[in-house]
T-cell receptor, first 113, second 116 residues
Framework: EDKVVQSPLSLVVHEGDTVTLNCSYE??????LLWYKQEKKAPTFLFMLTSSGIEKKSGRLSSILDKKELFSILNITATQTGDSAVYLCAVVDYGGATNKLIFGTGTLLAVQP | DSGVTQTPKHLITATGQRVTLRCSPR?????VYWYQQSLDQGLQFLIQYYNGEERAKGNILERFSAQQFPDLHSELNLSSLELGDSALYFC???????????????FGPGTRLTVL
């Protein structure tokens, strides 16, 4: 059965800390891996990763994919209270007719001032 | 604001009842996806429609059904509601149609369903 597993389930850090969120997957028809940020409302798109070893970067956030070991990490440096959210990892599973998203259960990040 | 709208924002109903959730996709998007997010299951894909036709099914119960209308808005019907159906229901849309290219899905604000 296809699955996406995120760790840790939650973490609490202080402003300025750096955090690393993990996502591992077992998906038969892997196409891409996506990261979303969810703050009490709809998930908002952060990154899409398709190729191994190529880092995607947006400000203090960065992410990389390892297709051999089947995982991705999301790094957040110099965390701010506004980074507090649930971070979701999803894998695009191409089943032949359409692309489906398989989500992990998320990592809850709380950044304390 | 993603451009995807969902109504109602919050719905409270009793077990055994039936509800309809409504979604209007972004202008120009032909595909609509429905997701259920509960505390213990995370975000689960339910069903996808493309230009009025069902395209893919996920973990959707037989008590649930959906449709997409000619104006491309979609409705998710939940019947014989149980306590465990309480969740946040998201709709997403994309330009994706046939072919293997993945196009970003834009999520609506969600409808929170509470079954008492």
């Amino acid at each position: 059965e296809d699955k996406v597993v995120q760790s840790p389930l939650s973490l609490v850090v202080h402003e300025g800390d750096t955090v690393t969120l993990n996502c591992s997957y077992e998906v038969t028809n892997f196409r891409s891996l996506l990261w979303y940020k969810q703050e009490k409302k709809a998930p908002t798109f952060l990154f899409m990763l398709t190729s191994s070893g190529i880092e995607k970067k947006s400000g203090r956030l960065s992410s990389i994919l390892d297709k051999k070991e089947l995982f991705s990490i999301l790094n957040i440096t110099a965390t701010q209270t506004g980074d507090s959210a649930v971070y979701l990892c999803a894998v695009v599973d191409y089943g032949g007719a359409t692309n489906k998203l398989i989500f992990g259960t998320g990592t809850l990040l709380a950044v304390q001032p | 604001d993603s451009g995807v709208t969902q109504t109602p924002k919050h719905l409270i109903t009793a077990t055994g009842q039936r509800v309809t959730l409504r979604c209007s996709p972004r202008s120009g998007d032909l595909s609509v996806y429905w997701y259920q997010q509960s505390l213990d299951q995370g975000l689960q894909f339910l069903i996808q429609y493309y230009n009025g036709e069902e395209r893919a099914k996920g973990n959707i119960l037989e008590r649930f059904s959906a449709q997409q209308f000619p104006d491309l808005h979609s409705e998710l019907n939940l019947s014989s509601l149980e306590l465990g159906d309480s969740a946040l229901y998201f709709c997403a849309s994309s330009v994706e149609g046939r072919g293997s290219s993945y196009n970003e899905q834009f999520f609506g604000p969600g409808t929170r369903l509470t079954v008492l």
